[in-house]
């Protein structure tokens, strides 16, 4: 995987199935917090994506704490708020949980990339 400060070149199209299968996974790995239900939303906000990497961060992705909104950050050089607003709409189309999508550009600020660097992110894609 490029570092943080690489411009990430290798973009995918996000498939629902392969979401959800990685979602189950780390779900069964005890790895992140997220439910049958959330799991399946999750995928079909980002089905279709076109994305760099997608990530869950925040504390859903800390087995010990409890609660907390669903946090996905997401690398693609697409149109920031349009894809995030994309993903939340079809995210609470299918469920009722909050969520806070960040999308980030392949050339990265010293801002961004330190953000980067502090996170506890669990790869998606």
């Excluded at 693609?76 to 999508?101: L, N, Y």
């Amino acid at each position: 995987m490029p570092s943080v400060n690489q411009p990430h070149t290798a973009f995918h199209t996000a498939s629902a199935a392969a979401i959800r299968r990685t979602l189950d996974a780390l779900r069964n790995e005890g790895r992140i917090r997220i439910d049958a239900e959330e799991a399946a939303a999750i995928a079909y906000a980002l089905d279709g994506l076109n994305a760099d990497a997608i990530d869950l961060f925040g504390s859903r992705t800390e087995p010990d704490r409890r609660g907390g909104d669903i946090d996905i950050l997401i690398r693609t050089s697409a149109p920031a708020h349009e894809t995030s607003q994309r993903v939340a709409v079809r995210f609470f189309s299918r469920c009722e949980e909050k969520i806070d999508v960040v999308v980030l550009p392949e050339n990265l600020t010293p801002a961004q990339q330190d953000f980067l660097q502090r996170l506890n992110r669990v790869s998606v894609l």
